[in-house]
């Protein structure tokens, strides 16, 4: 790869410096820029594709060189090797065994190939408009600098086709609060909740309000939402975020109504958002699902109490592994004498260019 000397030397300190595991690497990227201040945002744009590269195809490049310069040489030819047949295919796609293995077992290897492989690809960027300001039409003429293309399966949803450079949450319509930044596959999983005017919700894993948001247009400013998290920061997130979008009949959990609509957007793996986030690829472990299931099911069970009897829960992840998702809804139905909604269930699985992998279900006592 022709980088200038001055861009591979941050890149070689940036990937020398970080540890896999210990955190996020987006928020490492973040710590390191405001720390050399220095860079330009196109220096940084480089910095930050060449880097995202290194981590998603890092165990490919590494079967070949330890070397960070000979790896960003190789980058530009990296599907040569991912042809290989003489290379193991899970380090063809840059999946660390244990995954590669729990994967195809699930779906079959050739499937957890593709899937790894559509993982290592750059994720599309999507936003859902506000449709209590505005529609996808008016928001397209408004922001005539972007390139849109409509989502097939969220009616609110928008790709931006060409970027321009323009920082979305820079301009005015999202200081407006006509749109959100939110991949299609988490605005279909937010409008399963089907809620009307005057019905109690309760989003018991919020976090910063993405799929609250994604909902609540549909009570037309009645009824009671309200908002759950165990981290009080995301929940500050949420509330301004809500104000924004001209979203007032909320609240934060206050356990005293049972709810028409609950939705469980529970801690998960997270597999399906690898494209944003590849380096939580290299920290997974059996161990840490197993905490995560019985973390699942131990929400799951404190949320249902609060559910009315004729109500609907709905279960979320953004995985594809069956044990987080049609594993678990087997152990709720019988544990709780619960059936499936409509008989059916959201899932998007890895694609090339598609939306990010999550899985939902609506589930309601017998």
């Not at 861009?7 to 720390?35: A, C, W």
């Not at 201040?37 to 590269?53: C, M, N, V, Y």
């Not at 490049?61 to 190789?74: A, E, G, N």
Request: with cysteine.
């Amino acid at each position: 790869m022709n980088l200038r000397p001055f861009i591979k030397t941050h890149i070689k300190t940036i990937m020398t410096n970080f540890d896999v595991q210990r955190g996020p690497f987006d928020s490492f990227l973040r710590e390191y820029y405001k720390n050399n201040k220095t860079l330009g945002p196109s220096e940084r744009s480089i910095i930050s594709q060449t880097a995202f590269d290194l981590v998603r195809n890092d165990l490919l490049l590494s079967h070949f060189t330890k070397d960070v310069d000979r790896k960003c040489d190789l980058l530009p030819h990296i599907s040569n090797y991912e042809k290989d047949q003489n290379i193991p295919l899970n380090i063809r796609c840059s999946c660390p065994e244990i995954l590669f293995q729990l994967v195809s077992d699930q779906y079959g290897q050739k499937r957890a190939y593709e899937f790894f492989m559509a993982l290592n690809t750059k994720a599309p960027l999507t936003i859902r408009i506000n449709p209590i300001k505005t529609t996808r039409e008016k928001l397209i003429k408004e922001m005539n600098q972007l390139y849109f293309k409509k989502t097939l399966t969220s009616p609110y949803g928008l790709i931006v086709s060409k970027e321009n450079n323009v920082n979305l949450t820079d301009t005015d319509q999202f200081k407006e609060g006509l749109f959100e930044i939110q991949d299609e596959a988490s605005q279909v999983c937010a409008l399963r909740v089907q809620c009307q005017p005057n019905d109690k919700v309760l989003d018991y894993c919020a976090g910063s309000g993405g799929k609250t948001l994604a909902f609540a247009h549909q009570m037309e400013g009645k009824g009671v939402i309200e908002i759950n998290d165990t981290r009080s920061e995301a929940l500050s997130k949420a509330k301004i975020r809500l104000r924004r979008a001209g979203i007032m009949n909320y609240s934060f959990f206050t356990k005293k109504f049972k709810y028409d609509w609950i939705l469980l957007d529970v801690p998960c793996s997270s597999l399906g958002t690898l494209r944003r986030n590849p380096d939580s690829k290299y920290r997974f472990s059996q161990e840490r699902l197993n905490d995560l299931i019985k973390l699942q099911q131990e929400i799951f069970d404190q949320a249902i109490r609060f559910l009315k009897q004729d109500g609907v829960i709905v279960y979320t992840t953004c995985s594809f592994l069956k044990d987080e998702n049609q594993n678990q809804v087997k152990h709720f139905c019988n544990k709780y004498n619960l059936s499936v909604v409509d008989n059916d269930y959201f899932q998007s699985l890895p694609e090339k260019g598609g939306m990010d992998s999550f899985f939902s279900i609506s589930l309601k006592k017998n």
